[in-house]
Each structure stands twice: as C-alpha cells, then as structure tokens.
C-alpha cells in the first residue's frame, strides 16, 4: 500500500475510527433504544457489551486491517494463507461487506432526516411546541416523496466522498468537524439538564433495576453495542488498513470506546429531560424520538434556532463520517478486483441501496401494513443487521483471533504489557464468543 493511503498521525486515525463510531447510533438510536427498553436495564447491559465484547472485538478488527493493509475481504485472506487456515474465511468479510451496505440503506433514510431538519424552523408563537413538533414528524414521516428527496441527497453526499477514496476524502475534515460536535452535544446537554427533569433522566439511565431484564433486553443492547462501535462487519477493519504502522491498537480502542460512549450518554442526558418534562411526548416514540423532542428543547432557547440549525448539521455530519465507513468495505473490495474504477463501482452501489433504502421509507406510510417475519421492513433490516449479522461477526472475528491465530503473533503486534494481554486474551477467547453464541442460542431455541 502505497504511503498516501496512510492517515498521516495518530489523532487522525482516532478521530476518523471515532467519526465512523459515533453517528446516528450514538444521537438518533441510543436515546430511542433506552426509552423504549425499560431504561437503566438496557444501558447496563449495554455498557457491559462495549467494554467486554467490544473492546477485544474492536482490537482485533483493526489488528487485522493493519496487517493485511487491504480491504476487509483480502486482509482476511491474507492473514488465513499466513497462518494456514480456511480460505472460507474471506466470507466473514463478505458478509460484513453486505451488512454494511443494508445498513446503509436504511441508515441513509434517517441521516435524510437529519439533513431536511437543518432547514426545519419552527414559526414563533406557538402554544405547544410539542404538539406542533410530534404532528410535524407524522407528517414528514408520512409523505414518501420528501423522504426520498433526502435520502437520495445523502446516498448521493456518501458515494461522492467515498467515491473519492476514504483517506483523502475525510482525514482533514475529521479533525475539525469531530471536536465540535463533542463540544456541542455536552453543551446541548447541560442545556437540557438545567430547564428539563434531570433527575427523572438520572433515575431513568442509571438507577438499577434489574427486574425488567428480558432476553429481548439483552439481544437489542449487544446489537446495539455493535452497531455504535461499528464493529461486526468490517468498517473498523477496512480503517485499520490506514493505520499509521508505530500506532498503539490498545490504546486507540480504549479511546475510540471511551468517545463513543460518552456521545451516547450525553445523548440521553440532552434528551429525556425535555421529554420527562413534557406530558406531550413520551419516551417510547421510536425512531421518531429525538425528531420530536430536540426541536422542542431548542424552542424555549434564546436564539433557539440557530442552535437548531447547527445542531442538526453537525448530526448530519457525525451520519456522513459513519455512513462512508459502510460503504467503504465493499467499495475496497470491488476495486482491489481491477475491474472498474473506484467512482463507477460507487455510482453502482449507492444506486442499488438507494433502491433497498425505499423499503423503509415506505415502512412508514405506503407498507406500514406490511408485515415479514412480525416485522415490517425497516424492522427488519434493522434486526437482521444489528441483531444477527454484526454479532455473528463479531463471532466469527472473536474465534478466528482468539483461536486460530498464534498468540505469539497477537502479543507481538498489540504490544501490550503482560497483565493487560492476559486480561485482553482472555475476553477475546471466552468472554466474547461465549456471550454471543449464548444470545444466538437463545433465539434460535
Ligand atoms: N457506528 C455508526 C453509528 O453509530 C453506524 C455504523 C455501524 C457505522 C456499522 C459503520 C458500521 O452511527
């Protein structure tokens, strides 16, 4: 790999991984997730997911990417000629390469979201912006056309820029754009926590109450896990094949998770306050959560909608540097083919998920009815991705370094101390596959 395809330092790396971990998972999905599955249960479960399946998951993903400098499929290839093994493992990348594109496709509908409520100014005077906010969300979310019209923007943004190839593409926007959102989402939160219920919202997030633990519970947090860290299909992976070479995995992934749980968290914090303080909206909205709660919070703020303006554009940024991430394994993949050009294979692609992406548009007026598996069709490429294929890639991930790759070579390429390798082995070998394969047994049985 030739040297500009390297991310030139490590702040780079870090906020590029943290650009494509912290998105819409963090901001849109986390405070919806939380509120409809029982609250403090659902984090708990939650937090032991990122730190005891995600760190060791993440390490070996980018373990991996390093040192296969390729994409996710031919890295994995390279590394099962290396030490001998199957060459069945290329389809762990395969199928991550596929689950990123299906997430993608629904996950453009939202970022779409994001975009058009840059320009969603609420008339002053209102009586209740709730009311007003909520039957504003139901309208949008009921007209296909105008859902289409941004979500085609979005595909359309996405595949520019990873049309032009990852590293050029975000490595100098990453280190402007990330510090500000950080910046702006704590204030957003201190904001909420000063004029809504704080302490409802401290009760909700952190008050155990392990009594409303459902095995449902437990399968959406790991899903969850995976999806915010972005892990299980390969993004972190193909990021890995752009790590500087003197660059410290552990400590970079101990930093990657601490930012996006923190952005998680203030998420909450900058939401349920507005919405325990309001009889107008409830916590158990779904997808439509913060659609209908934060226009309302900025609406008794002085100089509301600007912050308005500038909180959704920085949320529509935080949903391009992640969406790029999910494309870009299967984008690598096809070009490392020699067959076609970066921007042809691209234009291809974002046309064919634009495609899959009006299946959930339509999930929320022309289909509603319609019904797969008990689902309707958002539902379920949001269950099949999150829920079954980023777990069963974490799987497959978990086994392949724990299991078959020597040790000799992990402890020579993570390069930490003895005590933090054994502690990371061990999560790596059992803690990680054990959980997972016990979540999928219990769905299948
Ligand atoms: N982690 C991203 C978010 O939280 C979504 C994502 C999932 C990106 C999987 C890449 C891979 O928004």
Redesign the pocket.
């Given at each position: 790999m030739s040297a500009n395809k390297i991310w030139q330092g490590n702040t780079t790396f870090i906020l590029a991984a943290a650009g494509?971990?912290?998105?819409?998972?963090?901001i849109w999905?986390f405070p919806y997730m939380v509120g409809s599955n029982g609250g403090s249960a659902f984090v708990f479960i939650y937090l032991i997911c990122i730190f005891a399946i995600g760190f060791p998951v993440m390490v070996s993903e980018i373990l991996i990417g390093k040192y296969g400098r390729k994409s996710p499929i031919n890295s994995l290839k390279k590394l099962s000629v290396e030490f001998n093994l199957s060459s069945y493992w290329k389809y762990l990348g395969i199928l991550g390469a596929f689950?990123?594109v299906i997430?993608l496709s629904y996950?453009s509908v939202f970022a779409g979201m994001a975009f058009s409520y840059i320009f969603n100014v609420f008339p002053s005077g209102l009586e209740n912006p709730s009311q007003y906010s909520t039957n504003y969300f139901t309208n949008f979310s009921s007209s296909p056309f105008d859902l289409i019209f941004w979500h085609s923007l979005f595909i359309i943004l996405t595949s520019l820029i990873v049309g032009f190839g990852v590293v050029k593409g975000i490595g100098r926007s990453v280190n402007v754009l990330m510090p500000f959102l950080f910046l702006f989402i704590i204030l957003v939160s201190i904001y909420s926590s000063f004029v809504g219920d704080f302490l409802s919202t401290i009760y909700f997030l952190f008050k155990p109450d392990f009594s409303v633990i459902t095995p449902q519970i437990v399968i959406s947090a790991m899903g969850q896990a995976?999806?915010?860290?972005?892990?299980?299909?390969g993004?972190?992976m193909a990021y890995g094949a752009y790590m500087p070479e003197k660059q410290m995995i552990g400590k970079t992934v101990i930093t990657i998770i601490f930012l996006?749980t923190f952005v998680a968290l203030s998420a909450g914090l900058a939401i349920f306050p507005i919405v325990f303080s309001n009889p107008f909206l409830a916590i158990n909205a779904g997808p439509g959560l913060i659609f209908e709660t934060l226009p309302v919070a900025f609406y008794s703020l002085p100089l509301g909608s600007f912050f308005s303006i500038i909180f959704f554009i920085l949320i529509s940024i935080?949903?391009l540097s992640?969406?790029i991430?999910?494309l870009e394994p299967f984008t690598a993949w096809m070009e490392e083919k020699e067959k076609f050009k970066r921007p042809v294979l691209v234009a291809v692609l974002g046309i064919s998920i634009w495609f899959l992406g009006l299946g959930s548009i339509f999930s929320f007026n022309i289909w509603s009815d319609l019904r797969l598996f008990g689902f309707n069709f958002l539902e379920l490429m949001d269950y099949l991705t999150n829920n079954i294929m980023?777990p069963l890639g974490g799987l497959f991930v978990a086994v392949l370094v724990g299991w078959l790759v020597p040790e000799k070579f992990l402890e020579k390429n993570l390069n930490l101390s003895k005590y933090k390798f054994k502690a990371f082995y061990f999560f790596l070998r059992f803690v990680a596959p054990v959980s997972i394969t016990l979540v999928f047994l219990y769905l299948v049985f």
């Open positions: 494509s971990a912290v998105g819409l998972g963090n999905k689950a990123g997430i996950y995976f999806f915010s860290l972005s892990i299980g299909m993004a972190i996006d935080a949903a992640s969406s991430s999910l980023l």
